[in-house]
């Protein structure tokens, strides 16, 4: 199948002024040179800390920032550069679910209006046709049809998300990207809104791309998963292949930290806390990015950047010793030293 989305070497920095009068422009190298696919009917999780560059690719991929460089495909259209009047048609086809439910819904506007102002926008329906699309997607997504004429106020938080996803579905979008769905909402709804994605998903074919922090999520809803480091993907690969063994140290480290109930009660391995903190994405670390935390670091870590390989089938890693990887995918001439 071909893929849905494809982003080849996207960048975004963002010029920020800088030193003591303010004059020196400088850029937040927010993402810096990323690759992904994701096929249709399929869920791309991307993982990392805050300030790794998830967010910032969620809203190139939406458009809602304009790339400095690099290309994104969606459904065989460059739309890299597409003006906001080009991208018009493809809204409907791509659509967005917001981290909190409380800031991206218009408190003074009815649920009626709020899920079905797409429908208004573009003018594809009566407005008796709107109200039962719009009761119909609060059905889909879990929400009671009759309560139409509410406020946001008068909703729980996980309700709230899912009138947020009511309205990303009202144009019968292809693909949904979602930036931290559920890390507002309390842990005990959490579950909740996952499942209804996953429904969905399987309901009706949608493909999405989501992005957290939070690794057991992330685990639960995806197919594949993308871990970004300082503006890089520096891991991607199938779930469980993914998880199972993870192969860049930083991967490792992220893992560690994630409680794992493990069969038999067996300890789970020894959490690996890292040193130091996020270095700035104004001046990241020469080669690797990771080397100034790695407990794993070579001389060459400083010197090469270690290019994404692919060492399992489907599963890359940019690093020069990863974990759990054939000898072979060791640097030549240090794997032995
Ligand atoms: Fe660590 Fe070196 Fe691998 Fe970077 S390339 S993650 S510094 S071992
Ligand atoms: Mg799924």
């Not at 709804?189 to 989501?210: F, R, S, W």
Request: hydrophobic share 40%.
């Amino acid at each position: 199948d071909a893929p849905l989305l494809r982003v080849s070497s996207l960048v975004k920095h963002f010029p920020i002024r800088h030193g003591v009068l303010q004059r020196q422009i400088a850029a937040v190298r927010a993402v810096d040179g990323i690759d992904f696919e994701v096929a249709p009917g399929q869920t791309l999780g991307i993982v990392g800390e805050s300030g790794c560059g998830k967010s910032t690719t969620a809203r190139l991929i939406m458009r809602l920032d304009e790339p400095t460089a690099g290309r994104i495909e969606f459904d065989g259209h460059d739309i890299t550069h597409l003006s906001r009047g080009a991208i018009r048609p493809l809204r409907r086809e791509l659509q967005m679910v917001f981290q909190d439910p409380y800031s991206s819904l218009n408190p003074r506007h009815t649920v009626g209006a709020i899920v079905g102002a797409p429908f208004r926008l573009q003018k594809v329906k009566t407005e008796n046709g709107v109200k039962r699309a719009v009761q119909d997607l609060l059905e889909l997504c879990g929400l009671n049809p009759e309560h139409y004429n509410r406020y946001p106020h008068e909703f729980s938080g996980g309700q709230r998300q899912r009138i947020g996803v009511a309205r990303a579905l009202a144009l019968r979008p292809k693909m949904i990207v979602a930036d931290e769905p559920v890390s507002a909402l309390d842990v005990s709804i959490q579950a909740q809104i996952v499942n209804l994605l996953d429904d969905l998903q399987e309901e009706l074919g949608l493909t999405y791309v989501i992005i957290a922090h939070d690794l057991a999520v992330v685990r639960h809803v995806s197919d594949r998963v993308a871990v970004m480091y300082l503006g890089k993907i520096v891991e991607v690969g199938g779930r469980d292949s993914l998880y199972g063994s993870p192969m860049h140290p930083y991967t490792v480290a992220l893992m560690s930290a994630v409680p794992v109930p493990e069969p038999g009660g067996r300890d789970r391995a020894k959490r690996i806390l890292l040193s130091g903190d996020v270095p700035s994405p104004v001046n990241p670390p020469p080669a690797c990015r990771f080397h100034t935390r790695c407990w794993k670091a070579q001389e060459i870590c400083r010197r090469e950047e270690p290019p994404l390989r692919e060492l399992r089938p489907g599963h890359m890693v940019a690093c020069h010793f990863p974990e759990h990887a054939p000898d072979e995918a060791q640097v030549p001439g240090t794997a032995a030293a």
